[in-house]
């Protein structure tokens, strides 16, 4: 679908731009990069990026040092009395269990509170239910389980903030629960313990943390008390700083805004990754096939987080939890290359169902339903995904029972899904998320009433015009501005990701010199591109058929910069988001 480009105001002062240029003249020195001549063309687009970003120049040495630090984690609501209701476990020795979820941020919280209070000297077990066998989150039936176990505390992470009548159950049969979760709140809270920046009354400043967030956050508050009042004879081996590179892959892969202190805690997690001593981390590196020490935020998001999320979609996520616990290499090892093999068969099942969904759902409305008995249930959100990137509307995908059927939604950034959700929350029996992706549960008899009553919230939201996909562009740049010391300073911007974008730049008057398809079926295109004197190489992803024999000679394009690295070598490319004919030449 054609985008449209949003670009910036060019701004007329750039007073405040200058006040970069002692910034960027420090930081290419200690690169031992050479020094432009005029340094004020690159303090210009950093200092327009950062702008487009809501980040005035003054901040940038803040910034791009990631210098907001870890707040005082008992500033969150509930955070004192789930501290002391821990310690009291661990002072009477009584079973906890951890209870988590079966996607990458659920596994990681599991591993990093069950790795914390074990260093506290708890007696703790972790819970990951099944996606089929136990749906997502609390159930009556697992907490009768840990119940019959002799599990006296539950602490819930990256799930629960919606699990009122289980929270009721788990009182009534005499099991304490603390819930860690993120997601968006309902009107009325289970009746626990809740750590959630989200619910009234919390003053936790920043409100966006993930699940393995929240736990990392309850990892220092209880370090902290075992600092101030020891529960042995001396403080416990206890360090929050060694769980940061937990705390970055669940972080990555949950796509929670990679900004405030969700940047600070993953700019320091992929550290962690990249010096790790996790066997299991290392195992999954080179099955993702990068380096260990150039694990970035994509790698955690097309390359590890994939392959942990493949565990609980078609098997059990507890592999990917064994996984991120194991010191053993050989084990580790033997998950590793499961999981991969597992995440190729992600990849089939996920590939065949969408093209079965696109050929079928209607795609002419406000939003997307595509329901049927042959979408597995673990692919459920990765197709809805994918219609919605496709055809920009809020899709959701449902795996369609005789009797009660299980779906997944994604959204697009104009149309709020959890809100919408809760519009009509009595046609589910179940659901939960936030406002880009959801879950649900509901009776199969009740998907036509579904998908008529939130195309109605979506039309009133929309108005007459549907919406058109953007994209948006953070400067006009030439070829000739395209330079290792641009590269280097845009580097410091790391880690990207959700509401930290990699910056997007355009070009125009380009001229194709050469292109040719990548891929088994040519889904992508390596090109050859020259302006004026100056020519570069890029990628267009999934551009392929849509530009197979239509190529137009003069181009405009819209792209981000980065280094291509491949086989021990690196060279500076353009990763290509949108390609148009140039501007005049009548072509399109």
């Not at 993953?266 to 550290?271: A, C, D, F, Q, S």
Request: glycine share 10%; charged share 25%; proline share 6%.
């Amino acid at each position: 679908m054609p985008k449209n480009w949003l670009m910036p105001a060019v701004p007329t002062d750039l007073a405040g731009y200058e006040s970069l240029i002692p910034w960027v003249e420090t930081s290419l020195r200690r690169a031992a990069l050479l020094l432009p001549p005029d340094p004020r063309p690159l303090a210009r687009v950093i200092g327009q990026v950062l702008t487009n970003r809501g980040i005035a120049p003054s901040d940038a040495p803040a910034y791009f040092e990631s210098a907001a630090g870890d707040d005082n984690p008992f500033r969150l609501k509930g955070m004192s009395e789930s501290v002391n209701r821990i310690r009291q476990a661990i002072r009477a020795g009584e079973p906890i269990a951890v209870y988590g979820d079966y996607d990458v941020d659920g596994v990681t919280s599991t591993a990093l509170l069950v790795t914390a209070l074990r260093a506290l000297g708890a007696n703790v077990t972790a819970y990951i239910p099944h996606r089929v066998d136990d749906g997502y989150g609390l159930n009556n039936d697992s907490l009768t389980q840990l119940h019959e176990q002799g599990i006296k505390l539950v602490i819930t992470v990256d799930c629960g903030v919606r699990a009122n009548s289980e929270a009721d159950y788990a009182g009534a049969i005499g099991l304490d629960l603390i819930v860690t979760d993120h997601h968006a709140v309902p009107d009325v809270l289970p009746r626990a313990t809740i750590i959630n920046p989200k619910q009234p009354g919390c003053e936790y400043p920043f409100k966006e943390l993930s699940g393995v967030g929240l736990a990392y956050k309850l990892a220092q508050a209880l370090a902290l008390a075992d600092e101030r009042a020891p529960l042995g004879a001396h403080p416990s081996a206890l360090a929050p700083a060694s769980l940061l590179d937990l705390v970055a892959l669940g972080t990555v892969a949950d796509i929670v805004p990679l900004r405030g202190e969700n940047r600070s805690l993953v700019r320091r997690g992929l550290k962690g990754i990249n010096e790790t001593k996790r066997v299991g981390i290392r195992e999954l590196i080179m099955k993702a096939g990068v380096p260990l020490g150039q694990v970035n935020a994509g790698t955690i998001g097309f390359g590890l987080g994939p392959r942990l999320n493949a565990a609980g979609r078609l098997e059990h996520a507890k592999l990917a939890y064994e996984l991120l616990m194991s010191d053993d290499r050989v084990y580790a090892e033997n998950l590793a290359t499961r999981l991969d093999s597992v995440n190729r068969e992600r990849q089939e099942l996920t590939k065949s169902c969408f093209q079965h969904a696109r050929e079928h759902a209607d795609t002419s409305g406000p939003i997307i339903v595509a329901a049927d008995p042959s979408y597995p249930q673990g692919v459920v959100g990765l197709i809805a995904g994918r219609l919605a990137d496709e055809f920009y509307r809020p899709a959701l995908v449902i795996e369609q029972g005789e009797k009660l059927s299980k779906g997944s939604a994604r959204s697009i950034p104009e149309f709020d899904l959890i809100g919408a959700l809760d519009e009509i929350k009595d046609v589910f029996l179940k659901h939960g998320g936030h406002r880009a992706a959801a879950g649900f549960t509901l009776e199969t008899e009740r998907i036509s009433e579904l998908k008529e009553r939130l195309a109605t919230v979506a039309s009133r939201q929309f108005g007459d015009q549907l919406p058109q996909p953007s994209l948006r562009v953070d400067a006009a740049l030439t070829f000739s501005e395209l330079d290792r010391p641009l590269l280097f300073l845009l580097e410091q911007m790391e880690p990207f990701g959700a509401e930290n974008a990699s910056p997007v730049f355009a070009a125009h008057g380009i001229t194709v010199m050469g292109h040719r398809a990548l891929g088994k079926e040519g889904d992508h295109l390596r090109l050859t591109l020259r302006q004026g004197k100056v020519v570069r190489e890029g990628i267009a992803f999934r551009m392929g058929k849509q530009w197979a024999g239509k190529l137009p000679q003069q181009i405009d394009l819209a792209f981000a910069f980065e280094w291509n690295e491949y086989n021990g070598s690196r060279a500076m490319q353009l990763n290509v988001k949108d390609i148009r004919p140039a501007a005049g030449t009548g072509q399109g």
